[in-house]
């Protein structure tokens, strides 16, 4: 099959790319840094062509509705219009489980992201998963400040996202399945101790204190309400097995 794969370049995107070509499908990647912006349409004309499936894998770095929403609508919006006029047979969206519970601002863009899914004319799967292993590090980095690591204190499922990869490519193996079922790691994990494991496996000894952050993304993760239901798909090792093998 080609497989292209819109974000390709990203922490899973590159990961999906990786796993469809060790499956022997042509891999397609849609990213500015290879001369594909989704957003000002530049270098989109022609890179769907033959492609049989789009997983769609982009991001911004935002924290704020309003740029999240103009971004996802835009980037997704461009890239489900180039599926249609190539003849592209199914698009897959990548989606984060709880955004429809937790008040945040890039949330809200995930949220616009999925209508212009909903309203596709292109068929389409959408899979919803939690954090993944690698979001300890990504907290981790934000949250210090010289000698200073915060961690905050969160419920979270985590999974690998070499795993979240690998589902998403035997989803576009498949035939569309409209909303899919929410994946997630094998273990409830507090975020606070994620990072902490994390600061310890990359060799940081100083002292790590567990706070409680007044934001609406972790208030809500505090509450739980990023944790997945009792319906979904579990895949994958577990937080700390994983880290070992990084
Ligand atoms: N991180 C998590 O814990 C988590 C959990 C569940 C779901 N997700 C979802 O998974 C998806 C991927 O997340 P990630 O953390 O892997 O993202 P990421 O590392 O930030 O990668 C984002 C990708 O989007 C591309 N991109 C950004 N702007 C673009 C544009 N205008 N045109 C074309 N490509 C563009 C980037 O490449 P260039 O910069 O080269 O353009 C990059 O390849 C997101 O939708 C996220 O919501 C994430």
Do not use: C, N
């Amino acid at each position: 099959m080609r497989i292209a794969i819109a974000g390709g370049t990203g922490t899973v995107g590159r990961l999906v790319t990786r796993e469809a070509e060790r499956r022997g499908h042509d891999a397609v990647v849609l990213a500015r840094s290879v001369g594909v912006d989704l957003v000002t349409g530049e270098g989109l004309a022609g890179a769907l062509d033959g492609a049989d499936a789009v997983i769609d894998t982009t991001s911004i770095g935002t924290l704020r509705a309003k740029d999240a929403t103009v971004f996802f609508r835009a980037a997704s919006g461009a890239l489900l219009a180039a599926a249609a006029q190539a003849g592209v047979g199914h698009a897959l969206l990548l989606s984060i489980v709880g955004i429809d519970r937790i008040p945040h601002g890039y949330y809200a863009g995930k949220l616009a992201q999925e209508e212009e899914y909903a309203r596709s004319r292109v068929p389409v799967s959408l899979v919803r998963a939690t954090q993944f292993h690698e979001f300890a590090g990504q907290v981790a980095a934000q949250a210090r400040f010289g000698p200073v690591q915060l961690a905050p204190r969160a419920r979270v499922q985590p999974i690998a996202a070499d795993d979240v990869a690998t589902h998403l490519v035997s989803l576009a193996e498949g035939e569309p399945q409209g909303r899919s079922r929410d994946i997630a790691g094998p273990r409830e994990e507090r975020l606070s101790e994620m990072v902490r494991e994390w600061e310890r496996h990359a060799g940081r000894r100083g002292p790590v204190w567990a706070i409680d952050l007044p934001s609406a993304q972790m208030r809500g993760m505090r509450r739980g309400l990023a944790l997945p239901g009792p319906d979904a798909l579990v895949l994958g090792p577990r937080f700390s097995d994983w880290l070992r093998r990084q």
